[in-house]
């Protein structure tokens, strides 16, 4: 007795879909069996079982699907589209080649087929690849880094020092002699464009008062090992004032006698650590520094002495007489 082939077993009346479910229990697959060695949805081979052909849009689509199932139930491509071409009235002929002169007996896939494939491999890959890439991308930073590192450092420039007995500060303006006696008119005869106006000290304080915390402690480099605070020493009258750089930052530095008047006694840029300002003053001495934290230490004849809170803004000012700040 000679058993037919699904090919050969497909009756007249017989619809396409009906015939390719019946190939596929034929062949011991499920729907599910199918979908995963074709890669196609459940829902279009139940669509294509079904014969719903108007739910494929594209027909080249739909012949590749048709195509694919063929191709895993072992079925002649060419026949299966041309009965497709004739169930739905398609213009289109086949254009696959000619189909085996005898089409083989449907199969059951063996246990080693049916086991789904792992994805190991292709996940092992993908961890490789991106490791790889976040490591071209450290080991890129870190040249980068050892570039900055490895680049000289620009040697400093040497500001002029302007060399006399009050210790001017390198990189200060030029200011009237420091002297006792020094009063306005002294003022004036230094250069003009270095002579600062209270206008102008007011318009910089302006713009520096803003809400920030100024409040200056004595520097960490002070030796002192206790933590008792030094009485101001008095000397009749007079003080020796005398400002140290902290070379955080640049800040300006302006001495007048009195607070209204127009013109200043010395003033002067300080912006190097160590740098000194020193004046001798026989009576009130009033103090504007434009950056407090320029500066390291006060010294008021001879005694370290803390400058002054300032609630708000950054300038600095305060009076100063017989070595005490008031």
């Not at 739910?55 to 012949?63: D, N, T």
């Not at 690849?129 to 880094?145: N, Y």
């Not at 809400?211 to 030094?230: L, M």
Request: glycine residues 6%.
């Amino acid at each position: 007795m000679t058993v037919a082939t699904p090919i050969e077993d497909k009756r007249p009346d017989e619809r396409l879909g009906s015939y390719l479910a019946r190939a596929r229990e034929a062949r011991g697959m499920t729907v599910e069996d199918l979908a995963r060695v074709t890669k196609l949805t459940l829902a279009n081979i139940n669509l294509i079982e079904c014969g719903d052909w108007k739910a494929f849009p594209v027909e080249a689509y739909l012949r590749s699907y048709l195509n694919s199932i063929c191709g895993k139930l072992n079925l002649d491509a060419k026949h299966v589209l041309d009965w497709y071409s004739a169930e739905c009235g398609s213009k289109y002929a086949s254009l696959l080649a000619d189909s085996p002169a005898k089409p083989t007996k449907v199969k059951p896939l063996n246990e080693e087929e049916a086991k789904p494939r792992s994805m190991a491999v292709p996940i092992v890959i993908i961890v490789l690849g991106l490791a790889f890439v976040v490591g071209s991308h450290f080991l890129k930073e870190m040249g980068k880094a050892e570039a900055i590192v490895d680049q000289p450092k620009p040697a400093a420039v040497e500001e002029p020092v302007t060399q006399d007995s009050t210790e001017m500060p390198e990189g200060a303006e030029a200011v009237p002699v420091d002297s006792t006696q020094a009063d306005s008119a002294a003022a004036k005869r230094a250069k003009p464009d270095s002579t600062v106006t209270q206008a102008q000290v007011d318009e910089a304080v302006k713009k520096a008062d803003v809400p920030e915390s100024a409040t200056i402690f004595i520097s960490s480099t002070s030796t002192k090992k206790d933590s008792a605070v030094v009485k101001p020493v008095s000397n009749h009258g007079k003080t020796k004032f005398e400002l140290i750089g902290s070379g955080e930052m640049r800040t300006w530095v302006g001495l007048k006698r009195h607070e209204e008047d127009d013109s200043f006694l010395r003033e002067a840029n300080i912006a190097n650590a160590g740098t000194k300002m020193v004046y001798n003053a026989s009576d009130t001495l009033y103090v504007v520094i434009g950056e407090p934290r320029a500066i390291s230490k006060l010294l008021l004849n001879g005694v370290e002495t803390p400058l002054p809170e300032m609630k708000f803004g950054r300038v600095t000012r305060f009076r100063v007489y017989d070595g005490k700040i008031f």
